[in-house]
């Protein structure tokens, strides 16, 4: 490469890697593995590296990733919170070794080797005993503010226990664990949501979550690996998790000193293999100096520690032969191409089939049938197709053919301008898909008939007996007694589940009805906005998007959804079966008064209970959420509220109303003009981040982590 070509490739690499960044840790939607982005990374720092003149302080090669987000509070870390260096060879890790040997000129120190867990890094700040601020890393130098999500991990020490120190921060990581995350995802997909990839994603996806509640749904978990306090008695690494232990925080048990570089490498293949017998994923082990003087001897690069390094395993990868591709159909017509394999052992389980995605992926991969070929096992539960060993192509092969129709009822498919996916049209009578639908009506947060299941679902299919979930309400005890294992008791059980079903308000209706891209909370939208199915089916595309948050795409498929005939018929015999298909008088929208207005109810109320309070926010068209970011419109400040909220609503300069200013509001006194209760604090938005604590050595720079 000539000099001009060197900074082209560098600029390129460099804008490939902040997308990557964003994707990782704004999006938590990472669309390259590990060891890939990894990869780009060490090209760029060797480039950077032989060609100075090219430097920027603004590469990602200087700068931690970086998960800001608009939507938080953004605090300055009192600490700098570093990443750590990472290697994939054993040979980088000797050198790490002998850098740490020669930078303390001696051999007599300790080493703490841990696990890595793949998840997301948190900060946390204890006042008392008692936890004060959840920061995320951002990038480094300040994180956004997760306190109220944070609170909601179930294993998080509410009050320490035993001698800890009156004010301290500790790191670690909130995570899931593999069985949890494939519940959550089970669930998401009965709901007709997207699933998450893998563990780590959906952690980092839920810990920037807007609403507290919804995270508290979901199953977070936490290690804690780092504690900086002040004091003599807090210089050993390892001593400090144990004390940490003792003082109620969960701290993972897989952790050893070692004195020699073999131990360390010891540990190393030991958890190679033992890794996938642990209930959660870790993507390394990691390698610290134990004593904090050495550590601070030893001192950072621009980026990470000298004093620690984290080794990474590489995805396990096996090859094998790719014998067909096959597609599947889900419920709501999407098509996803699979991989049929030549059976092979990976990562402790034979795999027979990998993910191929969509079309795109296939041709990226260039595959074709009897293509050797790379499957990795990652942070994802499905295994996927990496790459193709062109060199073993049988000589006659062709480019394959994505599926133009689709396999179960023939009708060709569509790929809408703008996505990835095909889509199977047909989902009056494509089986896959009627049959799905079904399944989403009877769901939990659905119809809720919790009598039947995904099983008699199709044996109602077989049988001959449902076309639709309409058919569900013409069912007679006569016709089920005949399925297949179907007891007296368990008949009459499906029926009354259905019967009972029938009192499940609108809301859920719609959201049973299985629109795509209607999930549970935009049906509840267009259920209050509308009122009733009628006049949801009148709605024009412009009344439609005029409802707050939703957008084109959704409105074109309820649109969608009613010019279809044979829907109006279901609805149709869902009226007819006495479904409620509006919203009860005291449901229904009182006034729109606020919409896209959000509200943060907090505190106890004296002419309210805090539920009806959000209750009547929600029928005059408002948002309820549970925590203050900069997006609030509203917090209405009760007795008692958290004073760390209140603090939090007057750096942004949030309008703090009353109660009774709120009863004013809708009852037209004081409309939207409320001027905030309190804005003696004098904090403005520009301020909140120099508000924060200062650094302990005060100066104004970050300093040791
Ligand atoms: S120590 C300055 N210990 O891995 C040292 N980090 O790739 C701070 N991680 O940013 C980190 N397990 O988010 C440490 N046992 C462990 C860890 C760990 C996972 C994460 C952490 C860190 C990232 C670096």
Redesign the pocket.
């Given at each position: 490469m000539n000099e001009t070509e060197v900074k082209k490739r560098i600029e390129s690499l460099r804008a490939e890697l902040k997308e990557h960044n964003y994707k990782y840790y704004v999006l938590a939607q990472p669309s390259i593995s590990d060891y890939d982005f990894d990869m780009l990374l060490e090209e760029l720092t060797q480039l950077e590296k032989e060609y100075p003149q090219f430097d920027d302080p603004d590469s990602p090669t200087r700068k931690?990733g970086g998960d800001i987000t608009k939507e938080f509070v953004t605090v300055k870390h009192r600490y700098r919170?570093?990443?750590?260096g990472?290697t994939y060879s054993e040979e980088e890790l000797k050198e790490f070794d002998e850098r740490v040997r020669k930078g303390l000129g001696r051999d007599d120190f300790e080493y703490v080797c841990?696990?890595?867990?793949?998840?997301?890094?948190i900060s946390l700040n204890y006042v008392n005993g008692e936890l004060r601020q959840a920061l995320t890393?951002g990038d480094g130098i300040q994180g956004d503010d997760v306190t109220t999500n944070i609170r909601t991990v179930k294993n998080l020490p509410v009050r320490l226990k035993g001698d800890y120190p009156a004010d301290f921060d500790i790191?670690?990581?909130v995570f899931m664990h593999r069985a949890a995350f494939e519940r959550m995802n089970a669930e998401r997909e009965e709901e007709g949501l997207p699933g998450f990839a893998n563990p780590r994603n959906s952690a980092a996806g839920t810990i920037k979550m807007q609403e507290s509640s919804e995270v508290a749904k979901r199953p977070l978990d936490l290690?804690l690996?780092?504690l900086i306090a002040d004091g003599p008695e807090y210089r050993g690494h390892y001593e400090n998790l144990q004390k940490a232990k003792s003082w109620g925080f969960p701290v993972?048990e897989h952790i050893r000193k070692c004195q020699t570089f073999d131990e360390v490498i010891n540990f190393i293949h030991h958890w190679d293999k033992a890794r996938h017998d642990l209930s959660f994923d870790?993507?390394g082990v990691?390698i610290?100096v134990n004593n904090y003087d050495e550590q601070e001897e030893l001192g950072f690069t621009a980026k990470?520690?000298r004093w620690?390094i984290?080794y990474k395993f590489k995805a396990e990868a096996a090859v094998t032969v790719l014998e067909s591709v096959s597609y599947q159909v889900g419920r709501t017509g999407a098509i996803t191409p699979v991989a049929n394999l030549k059976p092979v052992h990976l990562a402790g389980t034979t795999v027979k089939r990998a993910s191929l995605y969509n079309e795109d992926q296939i041709k990226k991969l260039d595959l074709r049938i009897g293509d050797t070929v790379f499957v990795e096992k990652g942070g994802e539960i499905i295994p996927k197709v990496t790459g193709v060993d062109i060199s073993k192509r049988p000589a006659d092969s062709e480019p394959l053919e994505y599926a133009k129709v689709c396999p179960e009822c023939g009708t060709p498919l569509v790929r809408k301008p703008g996505e990835a996916q095909h889509y199977c049209p047909n989902d009056a009578s494509c089986d896959p898909q009627v049959r799905g639908k079904v399944v989403h009506f009877i769901g939990r947060k659905a119809m809720d008939i919790d009598s039947m299941g995904a099983e008699s679902v199709e044996l109602l299919f077989d049988a001959g007996l449902i076309k639709n979930y309409a058919d569900l309400y013409s069912l007679t005890y006569d016709q089920v007694i005949q399925l297949d294992r179907m007891a007296e008791k368990s008949a009459s059980n499906l029926l009354l589940g259905i019967k009972k079903s029938k009192e499940i308000p609108f809301e859920r209706v719609l959201f049973g009805l299985g629109i795509r891209m209607v999930g549970e909370t935009v049906a509840k939208k267009l259920a209050r906005k509308f009122a009733s199915i009628d006049a949801l089916e009148k709605a024009s595309r412009e009344e439609l998007i005029a409802v707050d948050e939703i957008g084109e795409k959704i409105a074109d498929q309820v649109i969608d959804f009613f010019a279809q005939e044979h829907n109006c018929e279901i609805i149709q015999q869902l009226k007819d079966a006495g479904l409620h298909m509006e919203m009860e008088a005291t449901e229904g929208p009182v006034s729109d008064q606020f919409e896209g207005k959000s509200f943060l109810v907090s505190g106890v109320f004296a002419n309210f209970s805090r539920d009806e309070l959000k209750a009547s926010i929600e029928a005059h068209g408002g948002r309820n959420v549970s925590s203050v970011s900069s997006k609030l419109d509203y917090l209405i400040a009760g007795d008692k509220m958290g004073p760390e909220k209140l603090k939090k609503a007057e750096a942004l300069g949030i309008k703090i109303i009353s109660e009774v200013e709120y009863m004013g509001m809708i009852e037209g006194e004081i409309k939207d003009e409320v001027e905030p209760l309190d804005t003696a604090s004098g904090f403005t938005q520009d301020d909140k981040v120099k508000n924060e604590t200062e650094n302990k050595n005060g100066d104004g720079q970050t300093s040791l982590?």
């Open positions: 931690v919170m570093m990443s750590l990472n841990e696990l890595k867990f793949d998840g997301f890094a890393r790191r670690g990581e290690f690996y780092y993972s870790i993507d990691v610290k990470t520690p620690a984290a982590f």
